[in-house]
């Protein structure tokens, strides 16, 4: 071979090897990749209004969304990112309209730290909260994820694999 044969293939050799060390690299590290699992699918409109809302009427003294804590914060209240990935729109406005929330999600708290009625709220503000949090979803990998993990912690056991 030439001088710039081998050039070629000496840089063809290295594509190569990088290459394989970023499939082994990523089959070691499959979470890497994927990003981050929440996102919404709600409206400006609704995002924005729903968001105010959602700060202005202290829901955030208990909750967490998109991982963001209130330091102040001591109540162990359910972080409510990906939600409407579990909840339906229906659901969470029956939830927010109950006199009694603990008869829909009985708590293991004591009653001033359980969820609050918001029976009390403007119709339009519990039909708003509605519609914020059922667009708010996670990516299926991350549900799967976290439920293999669960499992495995809870049964020492691999999660088995799950029809499609
Ligand atoms: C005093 C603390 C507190 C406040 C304030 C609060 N929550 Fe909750 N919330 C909880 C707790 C604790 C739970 C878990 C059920 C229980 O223990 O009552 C819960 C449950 C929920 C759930 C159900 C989660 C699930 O597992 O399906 C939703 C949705 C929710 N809250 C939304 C809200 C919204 C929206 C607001 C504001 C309008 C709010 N919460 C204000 C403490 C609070």
């Not at 394989?20 to 990523?26: E, L, N, S, T, W």
């Not at 909750?63 to 209130?70: A, C, D, L, M």
């Not at 209240?77 to 927010?96: H, K, N, T, V």
């Not at 299926?140 to 293999?148: H, R, S």
Request: aromatic share 10%; net charge positive; proline share 5%.
């Amino acid at each position: 071979m030439r001088k710039g044969d081998w050039l070629i293939a000496g840089l063809l050799g290295l594509v190569v090897v990088v290459a394989i060390g970023k499939g082994v690299y990523d089959a070691n590290n499959p979470i890497d990749d994927k990003g981050i699992p929440f996102y919404s699918i709600a409206s400006e409109e609704v995002k924005r209004a729903g968001a105010d809302l959602y700060r202005d009427i202290g829901c955030r003294d208990c909750h967490t969304i998109w991982g963001i804590k209130n330091i102040m914060e001591t109540v162990p209240a359910p972080s409510l990112d990906g939600i409407g990935s579990l909840r339906s729109e229906a659901w969470l406005y029956a939830y927010f309209s109950a006199k009694d929330p603990q008869a829909i999600i009985p708590t293991r708290l004591k009653k001033k730290y359980g969820m609050p009625s918001y029976a009390g709220l403007a119709d339009s503000e519990r039909r708003l909260l509605a519609q914020y949090f059922a667009g708010m979803k996670v990516k299926d990998w991350y549900l799967q994820d976290v439920k293999a993990a669960e499992y495995k912690k809870l049964t020492g056991n691999p999660y088995p694999k799950q029809e499609k």
